[in-house]
């Protein structure tokens, strides 16, 4: 993995292969960004990139302005399935801190689900994001990899000037299943059930003025934290 080169998308015609690239990721009922829509994001500010093996895509990010010119919203980041595991979406999330720190953007914000143990790893543990939001259904009902359970999101703010190593002392932890997608996919009651319980217990949290704070690999456990 280490020849791919990671960069913007350069044209239309990359962008409507970004189209087919989602697709493939999170599967062929789910609607991808259009390429219309993100050429002209890109051209009044936002981030379209890939990274690439020769020609073929093997990861994508897509990112636009936010009300505050000195914070992001990612809105979507995929490794295809042939490269995933290999540190890639690491990788993405790396240059897109650089690109951001490049003109002047210290913050990104984004949604994810907080029941997926990857999503979990990367944006909490290894990227150091925070969370304290908990939105219940924010998509409404989805889609490909997403179907049969409610979309709950967190959102998690990545402060790009923070100092890595900086963590809070947890004061309490949540646990998440090791894996959420086969459960969604082979015993959808108890996917949903820990979803219920999730949401349940980041909720309550949050609402005691806790944020997550961190991530435990062994434990597959959030750290909560005094904010």
């Known amino acids: 993995m280490t020849d791919l080169i990671l960069r913007d998308l350069a044209s239309l015609a990359e962008m409507k292969a970004a189209e087919a690239f989602q697709r493939s990721v999170w599967g062929e009922d789910d609607p991808a960004d259009n390429s219309d829509l993100m050429l002209a994001i890109q051209h009044e500010g936002g981030l379209v990139a890939g990274a690439f093996d020769g020609d073929r895509m093997l990861a994508f990010l897509f990112a636009f302005p936010t009300n505050d010119p000195r914070a992001q919203h990612s809105h979507r980041l995929g490794v295809h399935p042939d490269a995933q595991g290999q540190g890639l979406g690491l990788r993405m999330k790396l240059y897109q801190k ?12 984004w949604t994810y689900d907080p029941a997926r143990r990857a999503n979990a790893v990367l944006n909490i543990h290894r990227l150091g994001a925070t969370a304290n939001i908990y939105y219940r259904d924010y998509y409404g009902e989805m889609e490909g990899i997403n179907a049969g359970v409610p ?8 402060d790009l000037t923070r100092a890595d190593g900086e963590t809070a002392n947890p004061v309490d932890t949540v646990p998440i299943p090791a894996d959420f997608a086969r459960l969604v996919a082979d015993d959808p009651a108890t996917a949903l059930s ?3 319980r999730i949401r349940q217990a980041l909720a309550a949290g949050f609402a005691d003025g806790l944020q997550i704070a961190g991530f435990d690999r062994r434990e597959n456990a959030y750290l909560l934290a005094r904010t």
């Open 194 to 196: 820990e979803r219920l």
């Open 151 to 158: 979309s709950d999101r967190l959102l998690a703010d990545w």
């Open 98 to 109: 650089d690109w951001c720190l490049a003109r002047g953007i210290t913050r990104v914000r």
